[in-house]
């Protein structure tokens, strides 16, 4: 008539569910983490970037726009002082004469004035 000694509540559904959530933010901080160490890791190289020496200034001649015609060419038996800037005379021509390769076009024999013979 005392009535006690009854089994204790069956918590498992609880305890489960508690595991479950435990998990479910352990995955969360890890994330977290992973998003944090990338983000640390994108600022340190624009840190670099933004503390790196500026480019070399451009050089003067490429300051000046120079027609292909007006290119220096390289002289026979004279040795070119910078290759970068002195281009040889074919390569002085490699832009002329594109017409006379032109198909679609008929030869021109006159000055093409009409009335002009």
Known sequence: MCGGGGRAPDNSA??????????????????????????????QEQLAISKAAPPPAPN??????????????????????????????QAARAGMGRRKFRTDLAPVTTLGIPGVG
């Open 60 to 89: 003067r001649g490429a300051m000046a726009a120079t027609g292909a015609l007006e290119m220096p060419t390289a002289q026979a038996g004279a040795a070119p002082t910078d290759t970068a800037t002195v281009a040889t005379a």
């Open 14 to 43: 609880q305890i489960a569910a508690q595991e479950q959530s435990l998990r479910l933010q352990q995955e969360q901080m890890a994330m977290q983490q992973e998003q944090m160490a990338a983000q640390k890791a994108q600022y």
